[in-house]
């Protein structure tokens, strides 16, 4: 399950972001980029990350975003970090750990 | 019974999940791995680590297993030295061995398999076109100083 708020520029994932919910987490980052230039996903209080939701994330980056786009991770836990450095998530976005 | 106390069971715990076919639900999986894991007295990292490798199996089984069926099942096992996740589907099966290593940086996808062998001890995988996929995951359990040890 998960709880995704869209602020201003920012996006707090609450709770488990996998084949479940991945539509969701996939559906808040591209309703932040229709206005937005620089977006935060704040992940403080994401407890899970699956492949699904990497993917998306790749593909933001590969396919989505352009020159002008930018998207920061916020504060991922260290158990989520290890799959961003295992995937390569980690050399392709900003990480503020 | 506390974590330790395993002698009316032989230092064997065993326990098997039906699964429906619904993404929803592999989070049933994740929550009885933590507790299997933690009853090993795996650290947290460790049962976080058993946690992405369990979904990413399940996850295998409803995207690319379960076309045809609409349950497919996980069994858990702890026993001497490691513990054994086992998770079956009789769906349509597939060639594995096509199934190649993601280019890290480059693709948006097919990480699941990379996940479960990057974090986990062993990986096997049995599939047979028309009959399913049995997927295997081995955590060696180990001692503080590195040493493997037993549930005994």
Redesign the interface.
Same mark, same amino acid.
């Given at each position: /399950?998960v709880e995704i708020t869209n602020t201003d520029n920012i996006s707090k994932i609450v709770g488990?972001v996998? *084949?479940?919910t991945a539509k969701a987490f996939e559906n808040a980052i591209m309703e932040l980029l229709e206005t937005e230039d620089l977006i935060v996903l704040d992940m403080t209080d994401m407890e899970?990350i699956?492949?699904?939701g *990497?993917?998306i994330l /790749? #593909?933001l980056k @590969? #396919?989505i975003l352009n020159d002008n786009q930018n998207v920061v991770l916020y504060r991922p836990k260290?158990?989520i970090l @290890?799959?961003f450095q295992?995937?390569?998530i980690d050399? *392709?976005y900003k990480i503020e750990k | 019974m506390s974590k330790t106390d395993l002698k009316n069971l032989d230092g064997h715990i065993k326990v098997e999940l039906v699964l429906p076919n619904i993404p929803e639900y592999i989070s049933l999986a994740r929550y009885s791995a933590s507790v299997m894991a933690n009853s090993a007295n795996l650290n947290i990292d460790e049962i976080e680590d058993i946690r992405v490798a369990l979904s990413e199996a399940c996850a295998n089984a409803i995207q690319y297993g379960c076309e045809t069926c609409d349950y497919y099942e996980v069994v858990m096992e702890l026993q001497e030295g490691e513990l054994l996740i086992t998770v079956t589907d009789h769906g349509q099966g597939y060639d594995y061995k096509q199934v190649k290593e993601p280019v890290i940086g480059e693709q948006v996808g097919g990480f699941g398999l990379y996940l479960i062998r990057s974090l986990m001890d062993n990986l096997e995988i049995d599939s047979n076109i028309g009959e399913g996929t049995t997927v295997k995951i081995h955590k060696l359990l180990r001692e503080s100083n590195g040493t493997e040890k037993s549930t005994k």
């Open positions: /399950m488990e996998d *084949i479940a899970y699956d492949s699904t *990497i993917g /790749m #593909n @590969k #396919n260290r158990s @290890k799959l295992l995937t390569g050399q *392709i | -």
